[in-house]
Every structure is written in C-alpha cells, then in structure tokens.
C-alpha cells in the first residue's frame, strides 16, 4: 500500500469519538484527517484522494447520506464506511443502497471497524484474478470449489467453503463475526449468540486439525484472521 | 356552564338548523293552506254578489227602474238577504233605493267592477261597522247599481285561522328550541362525562372509568370502547412496567459486577495483568448490556410494523435450510441430530432476515432446551391452512400453563435462569410473527415442544 492509501477521512461531529478515532487509527498507521461536518467532509472529500471515508449518518447540519450522494455525485470513487446509531436492518440497507459500501453500528469495537477498513481499503486494490488461492500449505480452487492441505483434500460443505473463501481472500486480516454474517450469510443482523464460534470451531476442526501449523486463529472479542507462519 | 356548552355544541348548532328547515316548510304549508281558505271563501261570496247582481239587471231588462227599486225594497224586509247591501242612484248619485246611505267613497272613480270598503255610515241598527264587499254597474239608463254583502264575519273567520297558523308556527319554534336543548343538554352531558374522565386520567392516573347509564345506547357502547381501550391501555403499561423493571434488573446485574470491578482496581495498585483481564471482563460485559438494549430497540422497530415496505416473496423452505445449515454445527457440538424435513418451496410474502432470525430462535431454544443427544425437526410445508413451519424437539417441554408466558419479553422458565440467553429470544419470535400475520401454536410434543407457524390462519378447531 502507497501512503495515500493509507489516508482516511473521519466524518464524526461528536470530538470525544472523533478524538478516539483519530488516536486509535493513527496508532494503526493510518493517515486521519478529520470533518466536524457536513460542508467540512464536502471539502476535504473533494481535494483529497482517500483509501476510505468514515461516515456519521447524523451531522448538525447534512445527513450522512446526503453527504455521500454528493460527493459520490462528484466523482469520489474512494468506498464509504457508514458508521452511525441508526442500527435497524432496514437503516443499514437503506444507507448501503444510497451507494455506501460497508455499515458499523455505534457503538462497535475498534478491531472492528479496523478489521473493516482493511477490507475496504483492499476494495481498490486489483483482485487477482487467479483460480486457485494459496496460504501455507492451503489451497482452494475456485473453479472446482474444493481445498487442499498439502495435497490432501479436505471435505467441505458448500458454505463452509464459502467461509474459507471469504477468510483466505482476507488472508492476515482481522475478519470480525459480523462481517462473516454478512459476507458468507448475507445477513444483516447479530443473532446474538455464538453460533458463528461454532461453525468456525468445526471448519477449523476440519481445516487444522492433524496438521503441521494452525491456519485459523481467534482474536479475542472481534473474530478471526487466517494466517500461516513466517 | 353546562347550558353555555350546550349552546355553544355543535349538536345543538345542528338542531338549529333542522328546526329552522323544518320550520319553514311547515310555515310555508300553513300560509298555503290560509290563502287556499282565504279564497275560497271569498271566491263563494264572490259568486253569490255576482247572481244577486244579474237577477236586479235582469228585472231592469224587464220591468225597468221601478221594478229594481221594487225588487231592493223587497228584498230589504226578506229575512234571507239580511246580509246583502244594495244601493241604485241615478248618474248624479242620488240614492233611489237601497240600504246603503251613499255611494261609498271607495267606488266612486272604478264605475264597474269590485271593491271593498267600511260600511260606516250604512244600517244605522248595525252594531259595528261591517265590512262590505261589492260589484258595481251602470244599467242601460244610467243608473248605478251597487249590490254588496257583509262579509264581516268571513274576515273574522279568516283571521282567526291565520291567527291560529301563527301562533302554531310560534309554538313549533319554541318546543323545537326547548326539546333541542334538552337533547343537546343530554348529549353534551355525556360528553362532558368522557371529558372529565380523561382529565381525570390526565391527571391522577389511568384507573378512573367512563360511567354507564345502562341505556345500551349508542353512547354507552361508546363509553364502553373507551373502557376497554383504557383497560387494554392499563394492561400494555403494566406489561411496560413490567419490562422495564426486568431490564432494570438484567442491565444493573452486569453494570454492577462492571462498576465494582472497576473501584475495586481503582483503589487497588495497578497490575498489568490484573487490569488486562479486568478490561475485557468489563468489555465483555458491556456487550452483554448492548446486546440486551439492540434486541429490545429491535423488537419495538419490528413491533412498530415498519418493516413491511420491505416484504417480498420469500421461500420459507430454503430459510429453514439456511437455519439448519447454520445450527448444524452447533447441534454437532451439543450432541443433537437437526434434520430438515417438508417441502421444498413453501413461499410466503415476508422479511427474508427476519424470518431467519425468527426460525434461528426456535432452533436455538430447541437444541438448547432439548435433550442432550435428543432429535431436533425443522418442517417446513404447504398445508390446507397456509404454510406451516414447525420446530420440535423431544427435551424437556414447557409447562401447558406457562405456554403464553414465554412470549414475554425476559420470561425465562426458572430451570433455564442461569443458561445463556436473555430471555428475548421468543419474544422477537412473537413480534416477527405478528408482523407477518402469522399464528404461533406451542403444542407438546411428548416428550418435548412444537412450535408451529402458521402463516395463514389454519381451520379454526373445532
């Protein structure tokens, strides 16, 4: 990544949350510049080239979304990541149909919304357009949908596969559960309970189990990251 | 103050209207039927004169001046013309005959044709002064002849009808104006009686009631919605009460174990990992407390029925399958065989996340209340009634008498207390089903629980 890729725009009008923001992501790496408010997001979006905006839905003085139609409107092509308190499946669809492309619910956890930004930040990247995808000693062919270790196939089922996919796409990066829902589910909503722990559990099971080094490691309070050894 | 409402009530703006249109309808049929009279009456008189008159022209035409003057004579002493008046002079007026002294002023420019004058100074015998009516000629010689009749007594008879009219016009406005108020006084009365309830209920509280009179009338079966919308009101407030008082309890339970950790490692020296695992006990707490608060702003949106916009044609079937799928792994771990059976497209018009929410739940309480290595069945199919999904499992079950209970918010069954879960799940079940109009039926599977939604209403059991 080129260091304006790692540039990002917070729109958040309240400065506790905004400091937070800034603090954490800058300790991340990342470049923050900051809009209090509508007119001031307006600016910045227009005269900087951002690898993400951040976006409150509620400003004093626009509506987030009418912020992002028009700077949408203006040519921005960098993603949108709406973060706001609006947190009904309806309010998250409605706010990615009006052109944003991921959506946080205050309040969230920081790895989170980290985990969220790397996965939008690789959106510009080019996707390789590679049939078989390789970690370790990993492989998945996207054609055949099956995955190998060392050679030996391991026997998934379609949406357990589709889980792999989704984690080695995101190879290294933090992959939180709710992202797993609605990537893999396509589900817009926290079933509240672990289900997802134990799907994943059993998948690992499948993928780790007798094997030289783990792939799928937990993070603690966020999700999960697929990653071989150095 | 009751009588300025009464007045000032729309009711009694209304009766005013209707009395005034009826009032002037049964004016305009009692003036009709007085002038009909009126001319009648007069049109009889009038016929009578005008014979009178031909005959005394026909004895001219016969026997001349002498002979009508004979005729008037005579017929002033006959007892069946009392009431005619006659009158023949000559061209310069001069009475010849008659009983009437002169031509009466009223006459004297119309040579022809008929008047009306005051007899005043005619049959100096008369009592009053008669009112005359009268033709008027010239015979051939010149001579006028005037023949008359009283028609005093006519007039009296006619303007004791009209008398009579205006006093019963009269008397229809002041019984309509009375009765009216009466009515409206009632009306307003019941009304104010509503009234001084729901201030009554503004004010203290929402135990005060509407009276009934018992009348069965349409304002007692007013009274009585109002009654059981309050009672309906009362119930929802104590059920809101009682919510609020179990959120209370779950949110303070993890917000106190924060708070205490938290002062304890306040005072205690700082060590670092202590206050790592301190952290994330509070932060594992904290989305304890959010995830309560999300389910609880969840069900109150979906209660509020806004989700309907969003409905499209869903298949029920390949849900449940994605439910199964999910679980799978889960029943795995807990030992629980969960089979998908049914139909494979059972299609309803519906919210495609919150239907899987709402059949996720049933799973889950079905694995996690069923028997360990028990059977779990999701069916989903077409059935006479509608489309049916049924989640059962062969566990412990839940009481008959606490079936209804469950859906409220937090109600947990005392032996599932402690287990994970926050008491939400089946209400959520309950909101998505009612905003899909569809029935859940609990029936007791022996050994075990069936839930069943019906996503049309299914034959009513007989």
Known sequence: MTGGH???????????????????????????????????????????????????????????????????????????????????????????????????????????????????????????????????????????????????????????????????????????????????????????????DVYVGRLRRKVDDLQAYPLIHTVRGVGYCLRAPD | MLLTKTLSSSTFKQALIAIGTFGVIASAILIYVYVSTNSYVRNRTDRAIATEYMSLHNIYDRAGRDGVIASIRERMTDKSFADNLYLLTDPSL???????????????????????????????????????????????NGDRLLVGRDISDIDGFTAQIKTAMILIIALIFVVAGVVSILVTRRTVGRIEQINATSRAIMQSGLDKRIPLRGSNDEWDRVAENLNSMLDRIEALMGEVKQVSDNVAHDLRTPLTRMRGRLEKALHNSRIADHDQALISDTITDLDAVLRIFTSITRIAHIETNARKGAFRTVNLAEIAGEVVELYDAAAEQNGTSLVLAGDCEVVVTGDRDLLFDAVANLVDNAIKHGRVGGHVVVKVENLEGGAVTSITDDGPGIPADQHQRVFKRFYRLEQSRYAPGNGLGLSLVAAVANLHGARIEMLDNAPGLKFKLWFSPPPLPV
């Not at chain 1, 400065?15 to 600016?43: K, M, N």
């Not at chain 1, 009904?88 to 790895?111: N, W």
């Open chain 1, 6 to 196: 790692r540039r990002i725009l917070v729109v958040e009008d309240d400065p506790e949350t905004a400091g937070q923001l800034i603090e954490q992501l800058t300790t991340s790496g990342y470049w923050v510049d900051l809009a209090s408010s509508g007119a001031e997001a307006l600016r910045h979006g227009a005269a900087n080239d951002y690898a993400v905006i951040t976006i409150d839905r509620m400003l004093p003085d626009f509506d987030g979304i009418a912020v992002m139609r028009q700077l949408r409107d203006d040519g921005i092509a960098a993603p949108f990541l709406i973060i706001s308190a609006l947190g009904e499946v309806d309010d998250k669809v409605r706010g990615l149909r009006a052109g944003g492309d991921d959506y946080l619910v205050k309040p969230f956890s920081f790895l989170e919304l980290l985990a969220r930004l790397e996965a939008l930040g690789r959106r510009s990247e080019t996707i390789a357009k590679e049939t078989i995808l390789r970690v370790g000693d990993l492989a998945i062919d996207l054609i055949s949908r099956t995955a190998s270790r060392r050679g030996k196939e391991i026997l998934l089922l379609p949406r357990e596969f589709q889980l792999l996919e989704y984690l080695v796409r995101n190879e290294d990066r933090i992959v939180s559960r709710a992202m797993l829902l609605q990537h893999v589910w396509d589900l817009h909503f926290d079933p509240s309970t672990n289900i997802i």
């Open chain 2, 94 to 140: 001069s009475m010849l005959a008659g009983n009437l002294r002169d031509w009466p002023a009223a006459a004297a420019a119309a040579t022809t044709g008929w008047t009306e004058f005051r007899a005043i100074d005619s049959l100096p015998e008369a009592a009053t002064v008669p009112l005359v009516r009268a033709t008027t000629g010239i015979l051939p």
